[in-house]
């Protein structure tokens, strides 16, 4: 491990905690663009932080010490998992203790957090929201696992680096495999994040509410946590759909100054384009009903699965 | 006894186009409501007047073939507290409106349900649904959105609604004593303040009956100046709701697109008339305001535009999966369960209950510009939305004939305040549902008592009844759907 991996890493998180609020910025921008409206600034989700950091914390009076550790648990591993994923070079030294599948253990660490910090007041739209999650949660890690199953069985490993060096390597272009799983990988992406058509990240109604039903008790900082650890996670999610569908631009092996010089611009453009597509996946759609959440999710693990199936029988 | 022939023996009541009153014994008191629910009528309204020296009577006002038919039960002040049977069991919606009338008046009825409904002195006993799974969920008063206040109590297995009880009344402002406190020629504001959506359809109530009671010819340029901002006022509330509908789907770009058209309308109105929404506009009389040539004729234009775009969005919207998805079936009102309630205006219209009052019982100037019924029979969210599109496009076309075609004249006459003790009602159709407003004069141009009606009476207990067996997630659009008044019901 020389210096120049660990530079890497530690830029790696702190480009993923400086960039999270501006990749949700840029998408409630497009679709601003999209519907027609004038967009908020890019930088609102920054100055919400900063007002929230700010304010005095209220906590109900019935809370546990579970209800105000959450938000750091939630907010830790989003952070870890940041450091995990090869969103600008793949020698990563923090690598070898996690791979794509402790990772989506790590995620579940956080929901199972978050959701019972969600019912540990007791309150109806918490508890309403935290049994959506968990439905949502055990329908989408499956199909996120399957995913993340092509994409090893290709490159013979489980490790998202050697994924990405393993596919950056190669030809241009997705194997018929891997197309499969970037459908079913989008879908996923798009329930895990409260995003439309799963979950309406701009609603006020409690009774409709999934993520945001689960965060109504948190104010200030541990708001702003938990606001953070989302758009950590949508950045997440999105490098970890680059590392998988999209690794151009990232550096592999050791890589100087020149290197990284490459690979920032490279990720602010995915990160741009994934942004916009996902506006106007976004716009496009309306929110389903609760009911067809499984439907979505089932289609999205039938999308994985067949990608393993082509992947089997073309070898490809 | 037929409807017919307490219709005929009733005595013409001064405003509405049509409306008679009869006095009645105990005995007819309930047979009046039966034989109107016999012929297919519904229930107006219902409500208790009670003069300081503790004479009472209560009123029904029913809604019939021939016209509005008022049934006045007096109740002398004697050794007993007054007392009238309750019309629950033939018109459901009776329930909360006699409750209503207790807290307001002390005058109880026979209604076995006696919880307070405007007096929130006590907490409110909710019923309990008990099974293994059932629990409750609590919404409101207060919402995380900037919306009127009221409480849903949900009991629930899972996502699936059991039971939906309504609590309402936290907007209760004492708008019956406040309308006594007013000069007669004055209380048109005050109705225009009912419910703040719907402030033409109130006002243009008031001043019909005012104006009724007064026996003053209204110039025909007036009514049909009061037309466009009823139609006006219709057409913004349906473009309003129908966005909001879309933006409940989770179908922004809805909100967005009709939120513009709104917005470009309410310019166009107030270019027009100078204002944006249009209090006080109708006044006793006529009109506070005239509209020159030209200001109509942009106005006309713009509502043409309006229109247009209207007829686009609805494409998508019909055509978009998603949205087409939630809407079809969500919180269906059947037709045959609509007739039971009672339910009126554009929720009745969705389930089949054809009514309209500009179409039934016309007045100037409906008398002479026929308007299309819009009646649909699904009665699920699906049906409400497109009776919205269907009655946004018959305003834009009647509008469109009113602007062109508006008569010559003065914009409004004086009237004088009627005589102590006259009577009259006045019923004006909304873009909710029919409005009725009754009013009694008192001496030297008083108010000696005003009764403002929303249809939102009638339709809160029905959507207690369309979120059955729907999931959780769905109220909001199945509420919005409906979007009736906390305001106009509790008064």
Known sequence: MSVTDWITQVLEVVVALAAAPALLGWLNQCRAWLQNRRAPSLWLPYRNLRKLFHKEAVIAENASPLFRIAPYVVFGSMVLAAGIIPSMGTRLPLVVSADAIALVGLFAAARVFMTLAAMDVGTAFGTLGARREMMVGFLAEPALLMVIFVASLISSSTALPVITEHLASGHLGLSPGLAFSAVAFVLVLLAENARIPVDNPATHLELTMIHEAMVLEYSARHLALMEWAAQLKLFNYVCIGFALFLPWGVATGHIGPVGLLVAIPALAVKLAAAGAGLALIETVSAKMRVMRIPEFLGTAFLFAVLGLLVHVLLGA | ?491
């Open chain 2, 1 to 491: 006894m037929p409807v017919r022939r307490w219709w005929e023996r009733g005595q013409r009541i001064p405003g509405a186009s049509s409306a008679r009153g009869v006095g009645v014994d105990a005995e007819q008191w309930p047979q009046v409501a039966r034989d109107v629910a016999a012929s297919g009528g519904v229930l107006l309204g219902l409500w208790v007047s009670r003069e300081p020296g503790g004479d009472a009577a209560v009123y029904g006002a029913y809604l019939t073939d021939p016209g509005v038919l008022l049934a006045e039960l007096a109740l002398p002040a004697g050794g007993q507290p007054p007392h009238y049977r309750g019309l629950e069991d033939i018109f459901p919606a009776a329930s909360r409106l006699q409750r209503a009338a207790f807290d307001l008046s002390g005058v109880r009825s026979s209604d076995p349900d006696r919880r307070p409904w405007l007096d929130h002195t006590d907490s409110y006993a909710f019923v309990r649904v008990d099974g293994e799974g059932v629990h409750e969920i609590a919404v409101g008063p207060v919402h995380a959105g900037t919306i009127e206040p009221g409480h849903f109590r949900f009991s629930v297995v899972g996502e699936k609604v059991l039971r939906l009880e309504e609590h309402l009344g936290y907007v209760h402002k004492g708008l019956e004593q406040r309308f006594s406190a007013l000069p007669i020629l004055q209380g048109h504001r005050l109705a225009a303040r009912v419910s703040g959506d719907s402030a033409v359809a109130f006002s243009w109530a008031y001043c019909q009956a005012l104006e009724g009671m007064s026996g003053c010819a209204l110039p025909m340029r007036a009514l049909w100046l009061r037309a466009v901002c009823l139609e006006l006022e219709r057409l913004a509330n349906h473009l309003g709701d129908l966005g909001a509908l879309g933006n409940d789907a989770g179908f922004a770009f809805g909100l967005a697109q009709f939120s513009r058209l709104k917005e470009d309308l309410l310019r166009a109105v107030s270019a027009a008339f100078g204002r944006r929404y249009l209090f006080d506009t109708v006044v006793p009389g006529g009109m506070a305001v005239d509209v020159s040539a030209d200001a109509a004729r942009a106005l006309a234009a713009a509502v043409r535009a309006v229109c247009a775009e209207t007829v686009e969005l609805r494409t998508i919207y019909d055509e978009h999966e998603g949205v087409r998805d939630r809407f079809t079936g969500a919180g269906r009102l059947e037709p045959q369960l609509a007739a039971r309630l009672g339910v009126i205006g554009l929720a009745g219209r969705a389930s089949a209950q054809a009514r309209d009052v500009r179409v039934d019982l016309p007045h100037p100037p409906y008398t002479e510009l026929p308007v299309a019924k819009v009646v649909h029979q699904d009665g699920d969210v699906a049906a409400r939305v497109a009776v919205r599109f269907e009655e946004a496009q018959e305003s834009g076309r009647l509008l469109g004939r009113l602007l062109s075609g508006l008569p010559d004249g003065e914009r409004a006459v004086t009237v004088d305040a009627p005589a102590d003790g006259a009577f009259g009602v006045g019923l004006i159709e909304g873009w909710r549902g029919p409005v009725l407003v009754a009013l009694q004069a008192g001496p030297q141009g008083s108010i000696r008592r005003c009764h403002p009606h929303d249809p939102s009476w009638q339709n809160w207990p029905a959507l207690e009844y369309a979120i059955l067996g729907n999931i959780v997630p769905d109220f909001p659009l199945i509420n919005k759907s409906f979007n009736l008044s906390y305001s106009g019901v509790d008064l």
